[in-house]
């Protein structure tokens, strides 16, 4: 069993930036792909961003949303992931999810309607205009 818990969650006003953090127990980190989503209110969840499993190389995907001003990453040693998020707007606004799956790809977990193994209790981003 793995037990996720984001952070960093808070107000910000456009163009401002936060980091997420998703806090992983229970098992091996680096054997988990992993990645972010969010869910605004009134609406579906929706993929943000993965990053695969530690291997010979990292692959990351993106939302067309976020491309170009978030960033996920990895720390195996810290057993903890990321999400650098820069040039906030209000339509960012939303509960942060962080899942992972140690079978799931980092390519299939971009569809969010795909069973992750393992999701956080998430942690809310409001974005001031």
């Known amino acids: 069993q793995v037990q996720l818990v984001e952070s960093g969650g808070g107000l910000v006003q456009a163009g401002g930036s936060l980091r997420l953090s998703c806090a992983a127990s229970?098992?091996?980190?680096?054997?988990?792909?992993m990645g972010w989503f969010r869910q605004a209110p009134g609406k579906e969840r929706e993929f943000v961003a993965t990053?695969?499993?530690?291997?010979?190389?990292?692959?990351?995907y993106y939302a067309r949303s976020v491309k170009g001003r978030f960033t996920i990453s990895r720390d195996n040693a810290k057993n903890t992931g990321y999400l650098q998020m820069n040039s906030l707007k209000p339509e960012d606004t939303a509960v942060y999810y962080c899942?992972?799956?140690?079978?799931?790809?980092?390519?299939?977990?971009?569809?969010?309607?795909?069973?992750?193994?393992?999701w956080g209790k998430g942690t809310l981003v409001t974005v001031s205009s």
């Open positions: 990053i695969s499993r530690s291997g010979s190389a990292i692959i990351t």
């Open positions: 229970g098992r091996t980190f680096s054997n988990l792909a």
């Open positions: 899942a992972a799956d140690p079978r799931l790809t980092a390519q299939a977990m971009t569809s969010p309607s795909v069973g992750m193994d393992y």
